[in-house]
């Protein structure tokens, strides 16, 4: 490693380690504009503030920054802090900024866009416009482009959704940890408020705190709770997960195939050993 190299990870690094002891915290919130998007991670997150910028000013028919299209020529790879990679080191966090369809699609489309830029830029439209709205956009870009069809994660990504997912979270709650009545009283309420239309996140975090790990929480010196949240994504009727691209070992198959047919969007299963909870927040069928 060259001089220059060393001084420039040893300079980046201590700027990082000086803003996390003065316990700076930059969040943005709602539409920003261009010189806002680009300031978003804040002056030493590790982010490349041209390409933010790129990504803010970008107008439909312009080529897409290309810095996105083949990550990371631009943005440096920064040392790991605490064992977790630098933000703004992986292309998937910048993509994971961009709202605009338009820009999302150029990138999609764009014959030099990398296996991890179509990958990303094929979750981020999933999660602004569901999966129908991508099969749907797939399938017009195919008829009217279909050369665009030879490259392989284009051509995987069409495959992959002719399946049905279901867009699911799921808790869990062992058994040894709680009495039967107090864990049925708070799976219920879970399951009441679920189907009252009261948000996961909100309905989640209720019951949790009625659940406290008590041991844990004092030993590890934040609170804790038995409450366990298993599993968070897009998953079809075999299991596989369409954000990993695995199977999901943490699930019961036979919980997941029932997902397809009952229409309930919350249902309650029960394992030797388990208490299950699945809220399904979409159902996308073939």
């Not at 910048?94 to 605009?100: E, S």
Request: aromatic share 10%; net charge negative.
């Amino acid at each position: 490693m060259h001089s220059w190299q060393s001084a420039s990870i040893f300079i980046s690094c201590s700027l990082i380690l000086c803003l996390m002891a003065t316990g700076c915290a930059m969040q943005s919130k709602g539409e920003a504009t261009t010189s806002e998007f680009a300031q978003q991670a804040g002056p030493f997150g590790g982010f490349d503030q041209q390409l933010l910028n790129e990504i803010a000013s970008w107008k439909e028919g312009n080529p897409p920054p290309r810095k996105l299209l083949q990550f990371p020529f631009g943005p440096p790879e920064f040392p790991p802090i605490c064992g977790m990679r630098a933000p703004g080191s992986a292309v998937e966090d910048y993509i994971a900024r961009i709202n605009d369809d338009e820009l999302l699609k150029a990138l999609l489309f764009d014959i030099h866009a990398d296996t991890d830029c179509v990958r990303w830029v094929c979750y981020r439209l999933i999660e602004l416009r569901g999966v129908k709205a991508v099969r749907d956009m797939l399938a017009d870009r195919r008829k009217s482009h279909p050369a665009d069809f030879q490259q392989k994660e284009l051509a995987t990504l069409v495959q992959l959704l002719a399946s049905p997912y279901a867009r699911i979270r799921v808790a869990s709650l062992n058994k040894k940890d709680v009495s039967k009545d107090a864990g049925e009283k708070v799976l219920e309420g879970l399951r009441a408020d679920l189907s009252a239309g009261i948000a996961w996140g909100t309905a989640y975090g209720k019951a949790s705190d009625l659940l406290p790990d008590e041991a844990r929480t004092r030993k590890e010196g934040h609170r804790i709770t038995l409450l366990c949240y298993q599993y968070d994504g897009l998953v079809s009727p075999t299991g596989f997960d369409l954000w990993t691209r695995f199977i999901c070992d943490r699930l019961d198959p036979e919980h997941i195939r029932k997902l397809f047919e009952v229409k309930d969007h919350v249902q309650r299963h029960e394992t030797a050993t388990t208490y299950w909870i699945y809220f399904v927040e979409a159902v996308y069928g073939h």
